[in-house]
């Protein structure tokens, strides 16, 4: 039985954090975006902000120093990066079908995680090995893909306080690692 193979602590952090994301709805945060690059010993600077509305819309806009936008309207997403800036003509890279695309697994990030019943459980440990904990102000929820993926690990941390996210994390299967 899949659900055997979670942990009683990572049930509990898993439910604690779908409870959060149901009770977010839409919301909106200013973010800074670091990404470490193993190869290079060095890393970059962004920062944006996000729109989410529930269940499944997005704009995840980085405003400096790189311009870019990706937009989700549940079903679709477009990559957008402004090259020259935002009053330029600007790349465009379409998701027509997201839901069959290797990015849709990543995007619970955003959208969150719904894993309040033995089948929903069921259809997040097809994707990923989960494991959460608890600390005395955190809770974090590892996922480790179990498809091959450019991604080998997504960290989602919570303060104990907050609904919305604090941070996340995610590293590739390089090593370098993009924090939010």
Known sequence: NKLEEI???????????SERYKKLGRWEAHFKQETFSI??????YNEGR??????NRFRY????PENSDFICDGKKAWYINYREGRNKAA????????????IDRYLILLRGI???????????????????????SEITLELKPKQSSDVSKVE?????DDVAP???????VIGNTTTI
């Open 91 to 102: 790349h465009v890279r379409a998701f027509a079908q997201l839901a069959e695309s290797d």
């Open 61 to 64: 806009t980085i405003v400096q």
């Open 39 to 44: 190869g290079l010993g060095k890393g970059t």
């Open 50 to 55: 996000l729109i989410f509305v529930g269940p």
């Open 166 to 172: 604090y941070r996340a994390r995610i590293t590739d």
């Open 114 to 136: 719904d894993a309040n019943s033995p089948a929903k459980e069921k259809k997040l440990l097809k994707d990923f090995a989960v494991s959460g904990k608890s600390t005395g």
């Open 156 to 160: 989602l941390v919570f303060r104990n």
């Open 7 to 17: 942990q009683p602590e990572t049930r509990i952090v898993l439910r604690s954090i």
